[in-house]
């Protein structure tokens, strides 16, 4: 169990059966009455973002959520498979539970499948991916190294924006969390 005094973000508790992360919160001392934690909870299991005013005292129960390092092996009708690296236990998820991170899967990847309960709720991508870019306009004489993006769709089916000189071919760093351009990989 938590009290509020040991919140911090990324806090994993668990609300009338449901997983939530903790993803801000504020201790408020009024002058009158019983101090309190405003907190926003982000539900796992459907990513909605909640408020709740916690009372000073009040505790919140462990959330039963566990990551296991897995490695993504490939998409059928099924879904997403993975594979335990430590035992070999095979798990296939639906479009739906991974929500946009399936954008970012290629063959051989290794990321975290969190579950709560032996069940799988989701997935965290590294923070990095590197992808070969498979589709953009080409590069025209005057456009500037550091001018401005073009749409570029990379071999996984994500879009992402990047500078006019790179081209179809080229592998580029892209950040998972916002769908940004970092830099063009060397081969």
Not at 27 to 46: C, D
Not at 63 to 85: C, I, P, S, V
Not at 128 to 146: C, H, N, R, Y
Request: hydrophobic letters at 35%.
């Amino acid at each position: 169990m938590y009290a509020t005094n040991q919140f911090r973000k990324g806090l994993k508790v668990e609300i009338e059966g449901i997983p939530y992360e903790i993803v801000d919160f504020q201790h408020v001392s009024p002058g009158k009455g019983r101090a309190f934690t405003r907190t926003k909870l982000k539900n796992m299991l459907n990513q909605n973002v909640i408020e709740r005013t916690i009372t000073s005292g009040d505790k919140l129960d462990r959330a039963n959520t566990e990551e296991r390092e897995m490695q993504y092996l490939y998409k059928d009708a099924e879904g997403y498979h993975f594979m335990n690296q430590a035992n070999y236990d095979q798990v296939a998820l639906q479009e739906e539970t991974l929500g946009t991170s399936k954008d970012f899967l290629q063959e051989n990847l290794v990321i975290k499948v969190m579950y709560f309960n032996e069940r799988p709720i989701g997935i965290e991508l590294p923070t990095f991916v590197a992808l070969k870019i498979v589709e953009t306009d080409p590069a025209f004489k005057g456009d500037t190294v550091s001018g401005g993006t073009k749409p570029a769709k990379l071999e996984t089916g994500a879009s992402v924006q990047v500078p006019f000189h790179l081209k179809e071919g080229d592998v580029v760093k892209v950040d998972t969390r916002n769908y940004t351009y970092v830099e063009k990989v060397n081969k």
